[in-house]
């Protein structure tokens, strides 16, 4: 902890010196929903509140203390999920996963499928995807994705994991039957550092998987900016899109956070 407080003394000793004014983003109704969970999470939890129009230079003057307890409030938030001690194969790859009895692979070569048979939802403490298998690749930081998905019927959704460094601190893409107007953490691409997942891209955007069948996605990664780009049936939206640089190179993975699915012509394309 004195490394990481000395790095956060010097950092806003650099700030003080060439102050910026800071122009929060995010809407005022996430932000509440987020400290909301932060504090129920921590049961004790102060949470600062802060004038995002007040100028770098004012802000940094206030009391220290306050920024260098929210590292040591991030941590307690962080919990273990079950571990990836078991491993199956798959588009040529091997892949961890929870329970090798949760899946079913069917068929070879070009026609082989993967199915998620089991759905184990993680529903709290912390509340992100665990259900899914991950490719043992080495980190990867600039990728193409290409795979067919099926989800649950009559609805359901599914999870493509990207930039997984390690346990709970991952990216991922939802995709689902409706739409994130209707609820707000389906349809879109989330971070989890530790915690609870966050939502990353904004919320326009059609449904990425209308009906029960087949449908074919696209995803592009470049770790050096950040940004996931994705096409479901060849269409993109703002939904889908999002740019992170809290996480670097990292693995690949396929699976649901609530239900079951198929998954099949997978290729990953490195570079």
Not at 115 to 134: I, N, S
Request: with cysteine; glycine share 8%.
């Amino acid at each position: 902890m004195r490394e990481l407080a000395a790095a956060i003394e010097e950092y806003l000793a650099a700030r003080d010196r060439n102050p910026k004014r800071y122009v929060w983003r995010a809407a005022g109704e996430e932000i509440l929903r987020r400290i909301a969970r932060a504090k129920e999470a921590l049961n004790a939890a102060t949470i600062t509140q802060l004038n995002v129009r007040t100028p770098a230079s004012k802000i940094i003057g206030m009391e220290r203390r306050s920024f260098l307890t929210l590292p040591v409030a991030a941590a307690a938030m962080s919990a273990p999920t079950p571990p990836l001690a078991a491993k199956i194969r798959a588009f040529g790859l091997d892949w961890q996963v929870m329970a090798a009895g949760d899946w079913e692979v069917e068929g070879a070569g070009a026609s082989e499928v993967l199915h998620l048979v089991t759905a184990k939802p993680q529903q709290k403490d912390p509340r992100r995807p665990a259900q899914f298998a991950l490719a043992e690749t080495e980190p990867i930081g600039r990728f193409t994705l290409d795979v067919e998905v099926k989800r649950l019927a009559p609805r359901g959704s599914l999870i493509i994991v990207y930039a997984w460094e390690r346990d709970g601190y991952f990216n991922y893409l939802h995709l689902s039957d409706d739409t994130a107007s209707k609820v707000e953490v389906h349809n879109g691409v989330f971070h989890c550092y530790g915690g609870d997942r966050v939502r990353i891209s904004p919320k326009p955007g059609p449904a990425t998987l209308p009906t029960d069948g087949w449908h074919k996605v696209k995803m592009t990664y470049d770790a050096s900016r950040g940004l996931l780009e994705s096409w479901v049936d060849g269409v993109t939206s703002p939904s889908i899109k999002a740019v992170d640089l809290s996480l670097g190179a990292g693995r690949i993975g396929l699976g649901s956070f609530f239900n079951t699915g198929s998954f099949r012509n997978f290729k990953l394309t490195r570079g």
